[in-house]
Structures are given as C-alpha cells and as structure tokens.
C-alpha cells in the first residue's frame, strides 16, 4: 500500500491507482494474488477506504487477496 499511496498529490490519486491494479488483477484470471501487509492500516474514518475499494471485486470472487496484520493491528483497528 504504501507504494500505492507514494506521490499521490490530489484527493481520488489512491483510488484511481488502487482501481487499476484491481482491474488487472481482476484480468489475470486468478493468476494475480493481492498480497496486503498491514491489512489494519486500510481502514480510515470518514473516507472511502481501500478495503471499501476491495470488498465488491472480492465478493464477487474477482480477485484473490492474502493479507497481513499482527494481534495489536487489527486491536488498535477496531
């Protein structure tokens, strides 16, 4: 994520980014897994969140995704 979120400058620069490599994760025919390493940062208050971003293609079955948090991430996320 942070590579994702490197050089954004403008509100929609994260999403536009994120989208895309969901897009071609989404075109790998499952040959693409997502890995998220401190999956607990993608939650933010009051803003369309990456997870938000995530949930539909992964409910879908559109993309397969691994992800990484500790005991203390995902206490200190809710």
């Not at 993608?42 to 803003?47: D, H, Q």
Request: aromatic residues 4%; hydrophobic residues 40%.
């Amino acid at each position: 994520m942070a590579r994702l979120i490197a050089g954004t400058h403008y509100r929609g620069d994260f999403e536009e980014r994120l989208l895309k490599l969901i897009d071609e994760a989404k075109q790998s025919n499952g040959s693409i897994i997502l890995f998220i390493d401190e999956v607990h940062t993608l939650v933010g208050a009051g803003k369309q969140d990456a997870a938000n971003i995530l949930k539909p293609a992964l409910a879908r079955g559109e993309i397969k995704c691994m992800a990484a948090t500790t005991h203390n991430g995902i206490q200190d996320a809710h």
